[in-house]
Each structure stands twice: as structure tokens, then as C-alpha cells.
């Protein structure tokens, strides 16, 4: 969400930022309804004003006059607000100006490349094939229990992903980041707040039956399952004024993440690759509304993520997000790739984002300054690391020729085991 002051005095950019995002949105019927907003906003003022005169001496038949009209105006206040807050969820941030310009991945941006792409002299296998070989993945088997894109990791397959999971999460504590353990069902508000709605809704699983009180009514809100901590971990904050003192705030989880995946229906099918439910370990950064000192923070959790994937020996390249494949929220957003081999490309596994102030706006989170000035705080987010994609590459680059693979040192600690033999 963005000030409508500024968007009053910056409309031709904002306009260009909507059309660089791809958003369904007409800045110029946001303007109308805004100046309707406002022009019932004086009548409103002014009747009542009216009313209390009338009161005052009282004139009980201008009283009723004013009353009349000015339920009249109430009402339709109430309808044109609503239309309002409806269209202000649907503005975008505004993307900084070295972003890449265009509607989808086509016009990214590769802006750094780390490691040795390898080199096999032998026919390697993908990571569904190693999975069966290895023993240690059942696609067939998860889709006949969990459905389309379900799967089992069994055996050193569960135990490599938790040492996955285990060695990212101390890491990020290592960092400064503290732990939380946040809901993973979360009411609607939470996601308006993050920005997940309206976008993306169609990729958000709602709870059919969300439950009934002690008193046997039924729960009327409905609610949802998060795609990734970030939600609940800025929710945490919400509708709160912090001090100056009290920021940055740097938070981290780890939680199971759910997606529909509609909005890629018919993509990446086969494998572990784009699957419903996954297990994600976050980083999440609140900060002063200081452009210079976000994009800092924003470059520290990059490195966070690249260190990671450097210390597990994953060759990476980083590209800048293009407007349009960007989301609508980030001022910045870059994502990281790993060299998954059976593609014989990479794959994304890490997206970090800058939102400025456009989060903290929809989420009512400030901060009072040390001279006393209240503003909205600005926000980042960042993948640590997400299983079972990270997989891929991991199976895939150091696959063996006799069909083994082995384990990187870093997380053999974790593990207890250097490789994985074919069963």
C-alpha cells in the first residue's frame, strides 16, 4: 500500500509502476473515487456541524432535516470508502530504478554467477531417478495418499532434509536472527497485511471447515494455510508503535509451507521441484524507513543465503527480478539459482525482497523515533533455505558414477552419514 498523498502528487509514476508490474488497476478511477471519498467527507463534517447547531438552539425541524440527509450521506460514505480500500490493496510499490523493466522472468537480470558448474563422464541420473535408486524418495506412493504433487522421503532422504533444515536454522541464529515458532493458520487479515492478498489468493489454501465455538456457533472467519512464515512472523508486529531503540528486528522460523500452485498449473510436474507442501526456513528484517539502511539489510541476507550455499558446494547464480515477475510489493527483489544438472539449468531456491514501506502500511506497523516523529517501519524478507526443492541440486551434483552420493561436509555432522548407497 502506498500514501494516497503521494500517490495524488506522483500519479504519472505510479501509473508506470502498475503498468511494469502488470496490475489490474486504473490510477485515474483510484483519483475519482478518492475525491469522491473526500468531497463526502467535508459534507459529512459539515452536516454534522449542522446537527449540533441545530441542536444547540434547538430547531428540532432543521434538526430532522439535517438527520435525514445526513443518513443519507453516511450510508454512501461507508460504500465509496469500502471501494476505495478495496482499489488502495491493489497498488503496487514502486520498483527501484535499476530493476530490470518487464512482465515476467524473460527480462531478468543474471547479476552474479558463484562455483564450478560439473562435469560428469558418465550418464547421470535425475533426482527422481536417484531418489528410487537411493531408496529414499516415493513419489508414487505420496500421490496415492496425498494427492497430485505428494511425495514420501524415507530413510537417509528424511534424515539429509532435516540436516538441511537443522544446519540453515543455525546458521541464521548465528547471525543474530531470533527463533520464533509462528501460526502456520492464519486469518485473512494477516495475509492483506503481508500482501499475499489480494495477490496470489488463487495459490492460498483456505480451510474448509475452520471449526466451531465452545458455544457450538460456527467460526465465521475463515482461515488459511500459509505459503511462508513471512505472514506470520510481520503479524507478529502488527497494529504495534516500536522504538527507534528496538529496531532492527531480525526474526527467523521454521515452518511447513503450503501451496496450490494454480497460478503454475501444468509446470515442473514431475519431482520435488513445485510440490503442495514443503518445509521453509525464514528470515524476515524490520528496520527504519531509511532506503540506504534497507538495501544494506537487504544485502546482508542475500550474503546469509549465499553462504549457505557456498559452504554446501551448490553452484549459484543471482539474478535481478524484472517489475513484472517481481510481485507487487518489492522495491527490489533478487532471487538465487541453483545449477540443478538433469536440467541442465538452474533453479530457484532462494527469493529476497525489499517492500520499503508498503507492508508496514497495510500492517499498521511503525516506530517512534528518538526526537519523537512516528513513521512506518520498512521490511524485508529473504529465504534461508526450503526443502525438499534444495534437493535437487543436492543430489544431482554430487551423484557418483557407481550411483552413490555424497554427502558435503557440513552436513554430515547432521546426518551421521558421508553418503548414500543405492538399496
Known sequence: MLDINFIRENKELVKKAIKGKGINLDADILLKVDKKRRDLITEVDELRKQRNVAAKDKDIEKGKEVKN????????????????????????????????????????????????????????????????????????????????????LLNEGALLQRAILNFAFDKILAVGFKPMTPPTLVRGETLIGSG????????????????????????KNPLYLTGTSEPSLLAYYMDKTLSENELPIKVCA????????????????????????????????????????????FKQMQRNSEEILQ???????????????????????NDIEAWMPSREKYGETHSNSNLTDWQARRLNLKFKSKSGQTSYCYTLNNTVIASPRILIPLLENFQQEDGSVLIPEVLQKYTGFSEIRPK
Open 254 to 297: 521454521q515452518t511447513q509451507c503450503y501451496r496450490s500452485e494454480i497460478g503454475d498449473y501444468g509446470k515442473d510436474t514431475r519431482g520435488l521441484y513445485r510440490v503442495h507442501e514443503f518445509t521453509k526456513v525464514e528470515q524476515v528484517v524490520i528496520c527504519r524507513n531509511d532506503l540506504e539502511e534497507s538495501e544494506e539489510y
Open 196 to 219: 499475499h492478498f489480494p495477490f496470489g489468493k488463487e495459490n492460498i489454501y483456505q480451510i474448509a471447515n475452520p471449526g466451531k465455538m465452545e458455544s457450538g456457533e460456527e467460526i
Open 69 to 152: 440527509k445526513l443518513e443519507g450521506l453516511v450510508d454512501e460514505l461507508r460504500k465509496v470508502q469500502a471501494e476505495f480500500e478495496k482499489l488502495m490493496l491493489y497498488v503496487p510499490n514502486i520498483p527501484s530504478d535499476d530493476s530490470p523493466v518487464g512482465l515476467n522472468s524473460d527480462s531478468n537480470v543474471e547479476i552474479l554467477k558463484w562455483g564450478e558448474i560439473p562435469e560428469f563422464n558418465f550418464e547421470i541420473k535425475n533426482h527422481i531417478e536417484l531418489g528410487k535408486s537411493l531408496g529414499i524418495l516415493n513419489l508414487e506412493q505420496g500421490v496415492k495418499v496425498s494427492g497430485f504433487r505428494g511425495y514420501y
Open 311 to 333: 559452504e554446501l558446494g551448490i553452484p549459484y547464480h543471482i539474478i535481478a527480478t524484472s517489475t513484472g515477475d517481481m510481485g507487487a510489493g518489492k522495491y527490489r527483489m
